[in-house]
Antibody, heavy 124, light 107 residues
Framework: QVRLQESGPGLVKPSQTLSLTCTAS??????????WSWIRQSPGKGLEWMGY???????YYTPSFQGRLSISLDTSGVQFTLTLNSVTAADTAVYYC????????????????WGQGTVVTVSS | DVQMTQSPSTLSASVGDRVTITCRAS??????LAWYQQKPGKAPQLLIY???TSDIGVPSRFRGSGFGTEFTLTISSLQPDDFATYFC?????????FGQGTKVDIK
């Protein structure tokens, strides 16, 4: 069973760029059922799915993050990275990476594997 | 996008109680609904998918039901380990959204 682990800075200054990495172990991220996602959780907004990357490099970002979010695959093939530009205090949250598992006939994905989460605070 | 509304927001119950949480979708989502359990300081864990299918290892006291716009998660006999927050999530389209959560605490 694949396991996920987030890493990155816990503190980011307003207007700067947040970068977080998710490392997968115990399995491949190169399968056709997995949508490697970032989800964040803040007290004010609950769980908020941000977007995904597929192993081919195809990405989807939700409208809330269009233009500010980028998700990329590392050349190692076991990591994917979130980059969020122009952060504000509203981006303070726990950030999770997760596997969206989509079976062939499903219209979308459920999240069956999660990292432990990493706390990010945006503050000067 | 599809809005998911859970009720109640908080539920106080005792060990052994039967507990029901409701999740309503702003439009029909078929049976493309998942339920998660989250304990403080931990990541959510998948309990149920496709409205009524239990994930591997989930105790049989957790049961999901519903179709279309109304769904329920029922815990048949609440155990001490079940005090947590529960979220629903729809995946009927390319945009996947969560409910705001229902906290089950000790009465």
């Amino acid at each position: 069973q694949v396991r996920l682990q987030e890493s990155g800075p816990g503190l980011v200054k307003p207007s700067q760029t947040l970068s977080l990495t998710c490392t997968a172990s115990g399995g491949s991220i190169s399968d056709n059922n997995s949508y490697w996602s970032w989800i964040r959780q803040s007290p004010g907004k609950g769980l908020e799915w941000m977007g995904y990357i597929f192993h081919t490099g195809t990405t989807y970002y939700t409208p809330s993050f269009q233009g500010r979010l980028s998700i990329s695959l590392d050349t190692s093939g076991v990591q994917f990275t979130l980059t969020l530009n122009s952060v504000t205090a509203a981006d303070t949250a726990v950030y999770y990476c997760a596997r969206g598992w989509r079976e062939y006939d499903d219209p979308g994905a459920r999240f069956d594997v999660w990292g432990q989460g990493t706390v990010v605070t945006v503050s000067s | 996008d599809v809005q998911m509304t859970q009720s109640p927001s908080t539920l106080s119950a005792s060990v052994g109680d039967r507990v029901t949480i409701t999740c309503r979708a702003s439009q029909s989502i078929g049976n493309w609904l998942a339920w998660y359990q989250q304990k403080p300081g931990k990541a959510p864990q998948l309990l149920i998918y496709q409205a009524s299918t239990s994930d591997i290892g989930v105790p049989s006291r957790f049961r999901g039901s519903g179709f279309g716009t109304e769904f329920t998660l029922t815990i048949s006999s609440l155990q001490p380990d079940d005090f947590a927050t529960y979220f629903c999530q729809q995946y009927n389209s390319y945009q996947w959204t969560f409910g705001q959560g229902t906290k089950v605490d000790i009465k």
